[in-house]
């Protein structure tokens, strides 16, 4: 996973007091609708934005009903569910998450009073977009858009620390984007390379891991099968964001030197969004090479598709999966897998903005997607040095998709330390895995570390991550072979795995796996194979505490790593 790294997650979320800005009212019926009185750490102000600045902004309208969503995702996921597996059509899910037609109206005469025209920026209808610029943006919100300066990164954004909307409109717009969210200084290299022949756990010589972690490595570890998948219309989709690509010819140098046993020609699609670059020539990014090689390489003959995020206006926590969501939202037949090795710390967003994007997940997982994301490479995490609270990962905290840790060495493995695992301090722990928590948690009161971690988590938060896959050592190619370690390998691994059972059930006339937790934590938890070594401590404020991993559910390595042949069994194959 790109972000965070421990180094970041050591020196964000410090804050720096500012005097809020007054912003004149130039109408009473405005009212202040969301605000922030105090920077992210990092970023100062410069001043005033330049006036005819342009600003594309989002309104995110109410919903008649929020939760009806969540409530169709579980109906078709939970397999005591008389409903489970009968996934809703995209015309299905618009009609449950779309606003109602007086929010749309109501909001599209405001800024038609302003001289602005909104187009739908979701399928659904449920985000609007406007294109405007600093001054009209300033007086039809009573706000002060300003630049603001990263240090450390040279990153510029303009922001506003508040904006008002017409007291009228209050129930019908939820929030309007990007304001006073900052956007999270993002580096683009945050994978853990090390040097080759460099083992951190001693191997053992006669499996197929002896020389790192290789397609080969992770066929015998989960007994995943070597034989091409048959159905073309089943999909895996592996999402590229900051400036991440992958390489046509390593990926055939990989197949050729890591998958003898496979047509070296075997190749993915590219799908770019919001001008997303496919550079060929470029030097390597390692998480693109990795991401591929790992899913074509492990699928095999799964069609993949890499969808690549442009860069411009996408960087600021929100649009760039956003916009992802929308594409594969608008599809009529998406891909029935979506891997993701990104993510950001929780706190670098607010909930309201968090849960516009959790509740996305919810309607592509009630259509029958199953969405994986790499839980963190920063262990327990740290949200400041005088580690008030552990950091989560988002949307690893997001309950309604599937969060992959991390693992390390073979027979037996162990947790890897670097696995991000945890609780979420915004969403409480969903009922699906209420009872494999409350397991953990009483464990975790009689252990060594409780004494070192308590206050630092919320206990009745959403825990993460789900399930595990090796994380150590693995072998790309970028011209040359490279060791790689992280969450970001798992995640492709597992998201290969939930592929081949996919084409298993459709060759069977079944559907979809789908949104996994509710049938993970219960007909497949027997599938994996629990991780009950190893922990995910850090540093924080000079004390090194975490979590371990321990029988049963754990937030470092979840309900273990997968076994191809249970997971067909588990899914009644
Ligand atoms: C940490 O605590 C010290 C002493 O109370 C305080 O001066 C400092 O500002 C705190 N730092 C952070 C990052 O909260
Ligand atoms: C969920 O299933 C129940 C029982 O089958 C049904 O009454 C309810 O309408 C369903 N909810 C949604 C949002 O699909
Ligand atoms: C590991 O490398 C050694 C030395 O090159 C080789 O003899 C052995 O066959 C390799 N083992 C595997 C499982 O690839
Ligand atoms: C893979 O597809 C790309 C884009 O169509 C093409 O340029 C490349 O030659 C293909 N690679 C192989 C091995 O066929
Ligand atoms: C992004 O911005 C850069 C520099 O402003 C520009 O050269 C490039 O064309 C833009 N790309 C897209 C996809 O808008
Ligand atoms: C935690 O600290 C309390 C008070 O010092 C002590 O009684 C207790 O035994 C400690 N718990 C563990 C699990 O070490
Ligand atoms: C975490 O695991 C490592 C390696 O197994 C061990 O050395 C360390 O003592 C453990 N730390 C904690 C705080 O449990």
Request: with cysteine; charged share 15%.
């Amino acid at each position: 996973m790109v972000v965070p790294t421990r180094l970041l997650a050591l020196s964000l979320f410090t804050y720096l007091a500012l005097a809020t800005p007054i912003s004149s009212l130039d109408s009473r019926d405005l009212l202040v609708h969301e605000s922030r009185e105090i920077l992210p750490i990092g970023f100062s102000l410069v001043g005033p934005a330049p006036s005819q600045t342009p600003l594309k902004l989002r309104i995110a309208l109410s919903q008649s009903n929020p939760d009806s969503i969540v409530a169709a995702l579980l109906n078709v996921s939970d397999p005591s569910s008389d409903t489970y597996g009968q996934h809703l059509s995209k015309s299905q899910v618009e009609a449950l998450v779309a606003p109602s037609s007086q929010s749309v109206s109501a909001v599209k005469a405001w800024l038609q009073q302003h001289g602005l025209t909104a187009t739908a920026a979701s399928p659904a209808g449920d985000w609007l977009q406007i294109d405007t610029d600093v001054s009209k943006a300033n007086s039809l919100l009573a706000a002060d858009f300003s630049t603001f300066t990263h240090s450390a990164s040279g990153i510029e954004t303009v922001r506003t620390l508040s904006y008002s909307i017409p007291a009228a409109l209050k129930d019908h717009i939820d929030l309007i984007h990007p304001t006073t969210a900052f956007p999270e200084a993002i580096k683009t290299t945050g994978l853990t390379k090390r040097a080759i022949h460099a083992p951190i756990l001693p191997r053992a010589a006669d499996t197929q891991c002896a020389n790192g972690t290789t397609p080969a490595c992770l066929q015998q570890l989960y007994n995943i099968p070597t034989t091409p998948a048959t159905n073309p219309s089943n999909k895996l989709a592996v999402t590229g964001r900051i400036g991440n690509y992958a390489h046509y010819n390593w990926l055939q140098s990989f197949l050729q030197n890591f998958r003898p046993d496979m047509d070296s020609a075997t190749n993915f699609t590219v799908t770019s969004v919001d001008g997303g670059q496919n550079h060929q020539t470029g030097p390597s990014v390692s998480e693109g090479e990795l991401d591929i090689q790992y899913t074509v390489g492990i699928a095999t003959n799964v069609p993949v598709d890499y969808v690549v995020i442009g860069r411009n206006w996408t960087d600021d926590g929100l649009n760039g999966y956003l916009d992802e969501i929308n594409y594969l939202l608008s599809l009529e037949h998406p891909p029935q897998v979506l891997s993701t090795s990104y993510g950001y710390a929780e706190t670098s967003m607010s909930y309201a903005l968090t849960d516009k994007l959790c509740k996305a997940y919810a309607q592509l997982g009630a259509r029958g997607v199953s969405i994986l994301f790499a839980s963190g490479d920063s262990g327990v995490g740290c949200q400041n040095s005088n580690a008030t609270l552990f950091e989560p990962t988002f949307p690893s905290n997001c309950p309604w998709v599937t969060s992959v840790g991390g693992t390390a060495g073979h027979a037996p493995e162990i947790a890897w330390d670097g696995s991000s695992g945890g609780f979420s301090n915004y969403y409480p722990a969903p009922s699906y895995q209420a009872s494999a928590v409350d397991n953990f948690l009483t464990a975790h009161a009689a252990s060594a570390n409780f004494n070192a971690t308590k206050g630092k988590y919320n206990p009745v938060g959403r825990g993460f991550p789900d399930i595990a896959a090796k994380a150590d050592d693995y072998r790309i190619w970028e011209g040359e072979v490279a060791s790689i370690y992280g969450t970001s390998a798992s995640t492709p691994v597992f998201a290969s795995i939930v592929a081949l059972i996919n084409d298993c059930l459709s060759v069977r006339g079944k559907p979809p796996m789908g949104f996994l937790n509710p049938w993970l934590y219960s007909t497949g938890k027997g599938a994996f194979t629990d991780i009950t070594a190893g922990n995910n401590s850090i540093e924080c404020n000079g004390e090194t505490a975490g979590f371990e991993a321990i029988e049963g559910w754990d937030p470092v390595t979840g309900l273990g790593t997968p076994d191809f042949n249970k997971l067909l069994t588990a899914a009644g194959l």
